[in-house]
């Protein structure tokens, strides 16, 4: 079955995915004599970076959420279509989805990346991961519902149990969410459940590696864990989990009890049947060349998370963040533009702009290549790059106040369970 899209007299050009990586694609190639096909299993463009922020309850989901839609109003070359593409024909050139089958001059591929759970099951079913805005609501969703269920608990170590939270993984996400939840234990969950002992809760940070943060540099990464530790963070370096029932996490040595583990400890690339196994390389990231084009083919490109390319200073490619998958759909737009105009493609060279990360109130580092800053200042740099980057300039107003309310106030009125209470747990 063919999926329904208008025909044109344009050459089409399907784009899978309206992430970081696709969305830039796509509203850069519409200023170009294309037909854009934009196809993604969800709406709405999500902002990754802030979705810690959701998960605590520090912002709403639709904060950080723009519908595609909206970005298109004024470009009718561009089609937008719900969903979830599950295979390519890559010598016919077309796409398979849920909605019919779709084909294509040139095809881009932007699906990014799932949570890695590295095989275990026991914990891929037990924890809680954090890539996209569903499931950093469960996340909301299961601490307020343990320290509900925790009132009525006499038991003193299940009691503790469901108010003690594991973070996994030391990279910028699992710092930003434990330094916030030490926060919340701090300044609002005492006043939110008086009966609870909140000084028992215990939020551990584990990270399998010897350092905190390890894309950036050794000052900030010292600084990140001298932030936690005043914060009050049980940070574990070198600590890898070995299991986790939903009750206790195993450790090498030890266990630790605990209702509620969030996994954020790595990434691997989403896979798409029909792109030839011998293109995917380690994370199942797509190899690509300097022009993102997929190996061996003239007219699938992969750009983002999802794909491999090296470069002399990234012998084993790029950063997985977003400032790779946009830098590479501008230029990727670019060079498709040019086709139109029998111009040569330009090779892509990745410009690192910096790595920053926040722990918390007036808390933060920031690397940039020229200089490495900490603390209050380095906070500020944060915040003022992240409200610059959200889509959307409701949106952008919307974390300002947010943020703005929470510093005054040290309280955020997000705390609900938005769950169908018919359904069990
Ligand atoms: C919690 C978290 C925090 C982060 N913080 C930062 C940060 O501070 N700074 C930074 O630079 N990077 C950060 N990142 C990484 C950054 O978000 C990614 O590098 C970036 O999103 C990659 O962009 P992308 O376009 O490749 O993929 P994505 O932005 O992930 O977009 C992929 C899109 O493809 C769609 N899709 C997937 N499969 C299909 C399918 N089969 N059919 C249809 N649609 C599909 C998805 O719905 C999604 O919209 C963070 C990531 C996470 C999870």
Request: with cysteine.
């Amino acid at each position: 079955m063919k999926a329904k899209v208008p025909i044109t007299s344009q050459k089409r050009v399907v784009v899978i995915g309206g992430g970081f990586g696709g969305l830039k694609f796509a509203r850069k190639l519409a200023k170009y004599d294309f037909q854009v096909v934009l196809l993604d299993k969800i709406n709405y463009h999500q902002f990754q970076p802030l979705f810690y922020q959701v998960a605590t309850a520090g912002l709403e989901p639709s904060a950080i959420s723009f519908p595609l839609r909206k970005v298109f109003h004024k470009q009718d070359n561009v089609v937008i279509r719900l969903a979830e593409v599950t295979s390519v024909n890559t010598k016919e050139s077309f796409v398979v989805t849920d909605i019919g089958e779709i084909s294509y001059d040139y095809l881009v591929v932007a699906i990014g990346a799932d949570t890695n759970f590295f095989g275990n099951e026991k914990i891929k079913s037990n924890s809680l991961p954090m890539k996209s805005t569903v499931e950093a609501l469960n996340i909301r969703n299961r601490i307020l519902q343990n320290y509900e269920e925790a009132l009525s608990i006499e038991d003193a170590a299940d009691q503790q149990a469901h108010m003690n939270i594991v973070v996994v993984g030391g990279g910028p996400t699992g710092v930003e969410v434990a330094g916030t939840l030490a926060e919340m234990r701090k300044n609002i969950l005492p006043k939110d459940f008086p009966e609870l002992k909140f000084e028992r809760m215990q939020i551990y940070l584990l990270e399998a590696s010897p350092k905190l943060l390890n894309g950036l540099s050794q000052k900030s990464s010292e600084k990140s864990k001298e932030y936690l530790d005043k914060l009050g963070v049980n940070v574990r370096l070198e600590t890898r989990v070995k299991d986790y029932d939903g009750n206790t996490v195993f450790l090498e040595n030890s266990q630790i009890q605990a209702r509620t583990l969030i996994w954020a400890a790595g990434v691997i690339g989403n896979k798409l049947e029909g792109i030839p196994a011998d293109v995917l390389v380690r994370g199942n990231r797509i190899k690509v060349d300097r022009f993102n084009k997929m190996e061996g083919s003239e007219n699938v490109f992969a750009l983002g998370d999802v794909c491999f390319m090296t470069e002399e200073k990234f012998p084993n490619g790029h950063p997985q963040v977003a400032q790779v998958a946009m830098q590479q759909a501008e230029n990727l737009a670019r060079n498709l533009g040019g086709i139109l105009k029998n111009e040569d493609m330009k090779p892509f060279t990745y410009r690192d702009l910096g790595s920053m990360a926040t722990v918390g109130r007036n808390l933060a580092v920031v690397d940039f290549p020229f200089m490495k800053i900490q603390g209050f200042f380095a906070w500020l740099i944060w915040m003022f790059v992240h409200l610059m980057s959200i889509v959307g300039a409701k949106n952008r107003v919307l974390i300002f106040i947010n943020w703005a309310w929470n510093y005054i106030t040290y309280d955020q009125s997000l705390r609900l369970i938005i769950k169908d209470p018919k359904k069990k747990k």
